[in-house]
C-alpha cells in the first residue's frame, strides 16, 4: 500500500515540479512579453509625445498662417480697393474731362452709397458758355490789321448793254464791296544779280572789277534764306510738328530738301542760338520768384554714367522769361544750379521730393494749390464711399481761390484790401482748424487722412500766398508752358543727339520768352538770324538788343503780336 502511495506521490510530485517549471517558464515568458509590451509602450509613449509636440507645433504654425493670411487678406483688400480707385482714376483721365473746373454732375451724391457724409457741398450756378439770351451780338472781327489786295470784278462785254436795245450801260461811280480773308503760300527762287562796275579813271586806286556786296547768308553757302530756316525752326521747335511731315509739306509745294540738310543746317544755327539762350538763363538767375516744373523727354543719345534714354525736361517761368533746361537728372542738382549760390526768393512748385531740399533761410517754397485740389478730386472720381467728403473739401479750396482773387482785384485800394485780406485770414484759419480736427478722429478712412495728413505738412508752404499776395496760389504757369514740349515729345518722341537737345531747349526758351513778353517769336527770332547773318553767320555783336527786356520802343511795335 505504502508502495503505491508514494508511487502516487511521487507521480503528483513529478507532476506539481513538472507544472511548477511549466509555470516558471510561462512566468518567465510573460515578464519577457511584458517588457517586450513596457518597451513598445514607452515607445509608443515616446511616439505619442513626438506626434502630440508635432501636432501642437503644427497647430501653432496653422494658426500663425491662418493669422498672417488673415493679415495679408485684409492687406490684399485694401490693395484691390487701392487698384480699384487707381483704375478708376486712370480711365477718367483717359476718357473723362481734362478740365479741373467745377462740375455740378460732382455734386450729387451717389445713390449706393449708404456710408457716405452728410455734409451737404453748396451748389454754384454755372453760367452756360457762348453768348448769353438777351445780350447784342459782336458782329465780325475786324481784321483791319491785316495787308489788303483790291481786286476788279468787271462784267463780261455782251453784259454791258440791254439785252433789248443794246444801248451801252455807264460807269456807276460806286462798287458793290465784299471781303474774304485769302491764305497763300509760295516757295520763290531768287536770282541775286550783283551789279559789276569797272573804274574809268587811272588813279591806281581801284583795280578790277567792282561788285555789289554778296548777299548775307545765315550759313555761308546755303541755299535756304533767314526767312525759310525761320519757318522750319517755328514749325518743328514752336508749334511741334515733325520734321518728316515739314519736308512733305514744302514737297508739295514743289520743295525737295533733304534731311541730311536739314539737320547739317541745324546743327550750325545751335551755335548762333545758343549764346542768347545763355543770356536768358541768366536773367531768369536774377529773379526774386520762380516757377519750376518738369516732364520727361526723351534723348537718344549714350553718354557715361546714364543708362537709358530718359531725360528731363525742366522749365523755369519769371515775369520776364521761359527757360527750359534739359538734363539726364530729375534730382534738385539741376534746379540747385540754375538758382546759384544763395539765391532770394520764392519758389513755386508741386510737392516733388527735390524742390523741398531747396529751402533755405532765404528761398521759400511756395505749393501750388491746384495740386492739392487734384488729390481731392482723384478721391472723389475713385472712392464713392467719399464723394461728399472730397466734394466738401473740393468746394472749400475753391472758396480760398475765390477770396484770394476777390483780395487781388483791390490790391491797390488799401482799405478794400485790407477788408479782403481779412476774410481771407480768418477763411485759411478755419481751413486749417477743420483739418486738424478732422485728423483726430479714429474712424477716418486711410484714404482720406492720407490727403489731409499731406496737406498738413506742406501746410507752410501753400500759405506763402497769404502773406505774399504777388505769388500765385498754384503753378499752373510752369504746367502750362510744358504742354507744348508735351505735344512735341508725343509728336517726334524727344532728341536724337546731344547737339539737338541742346538746340531744342535753346529754342523752346527763345520762341516762349518771346511770347511771355507779348512779341510774335517768329518775327523775333527772323530778325536775330538776320542780323546773325549780317555778321558771316555768327552770333550779332549786339545780341543784348534782342533780349525782350530791352528791346526799342520801335522793337516792340515792329515785333509785337497781332491783336
Known sequence: MLTEESLDTKTAWLQLRWESG?????????????RILRAKVE??????????????????????TIADQNVQIIKLGKRVEDLKAQNVWLKRRLFGRQSEQSNNSQESQDPEDSNASTVEAPKALKRPRGQQ?????????????????????????????????????????????????????????????RKCYVPTCRCGVVTGIVTAPPVPKLIPKGMLTVELWAHILSEKFLFQRPMSRLLQALALQGLRISQGTITGGLEKIKEIVYPLYTRIL??????????????????FAIIDGKTGYRWWLWVVVTKDTVVYILDPSRSSRVPREHLGNDPKGILSVDRYSAYKTLETENLKIAFCWGHVRRDYTRIYDANPKLRVWAQAWINR??????????????????ERFAVADKILREE?????????????????????????????????????????????????????????????????????????????AALFTIFQTARHNGLDPIKHLTAYLH?????????????????????????KIAWKTPP
Not at 455782251?158 to 451801252?168: D, G, I, M, T, W
Not at 455807264?170 to 462798287?175: A, E, R
Not at 520768384?289 to 520727361?296: F, Q, V
Request: with cysteine; net charge neutral.
Open 43 to 64: 515607445e509608443l509613449e515616446l511616439t505619442r509625445n513626438c506626434q502630440e509636440s508635432k501636432i501642437k507645433e503644427l497647430t501653432n504654425g496653422f494658426q500663425k
Open 133 to 193: 439770351p438777351g445780350t447784342p451780338g459782336h458782329g465780325r472781327k475786324n481784321r483791319n490789321h491785316l495787308p489788303s489786295i483790291e481786286i476788279i470784278h468787271d462784267l463780261k462785254e455782251h453784259e454791258k448793254s440791254c439785252p433789248v436795245c443794246a444801248l451801252p450801260f455807264i460807269v456807276f461811280p460806286t462798287t458793290q464791296d465784299s471781303e474774304d480773308i485769302h491764305y497763300e503760300v509760295r516757295v520763290t527762287r531768287r536770282i541775286h544779280k
Open 397 to 414: 479750396i475753391n472758396v480760398l481761390f475765390h477770396l484770394n482773387n476777390n483780395r487781388l482785384k483791390v490790391v491797390s485800394e488799401t
Open 282 to 299: 541768366e536773367h531768369s538767375r536774377n529773379a526774386s520768384h520762380w516757377h519750376m516744373d518738369e516732364t520727361l523727354w526723351m534723348m
Open 531 to 555: 542780323a546773325a547773318a549780317n555778321n558771316g553767320g555768327k552770333p550779332p555783336e549786339n545780341m543784348d538788343s534782342f533780349l525782350p527786356w530791352n528791346l526799342s520802343p520801335e522793337q
Open 428 to 504: 485759411v484759419d478755419s481751413f486749417r482748424e477743420s483739418y486738424a480736427e478732422e485728423l483726430k478722429s479714429q474712424e477716418l478712412h486711410p484714404v482720406a487722412r492720407k490727403a489731409l495728413k499731406s496737406m498738413q505738412r506742406h501746410w507752410r508752404g501753400l500759405t506763402i500766398f497769404v502773406d505774399h499776395p504777388e505769388i500765385p496760389m498754384d503753378n499752373n504757369l510752369s504746367e502750362r508752358k510744358l504742354r507744348e514740349a508735351a505735344l512735341g515729345r508725343k509728336n517726334y518722341y524727344g532728341s536724337g543727339a546731344l547737339w539737338s537737345g541742346d538746340l531744342t
Open 22 to 34: 511549466y509555470w516558471k517558464a510561462q512566468h518567465n515568458k510573460a515578464l519577457q512579453r511584458e
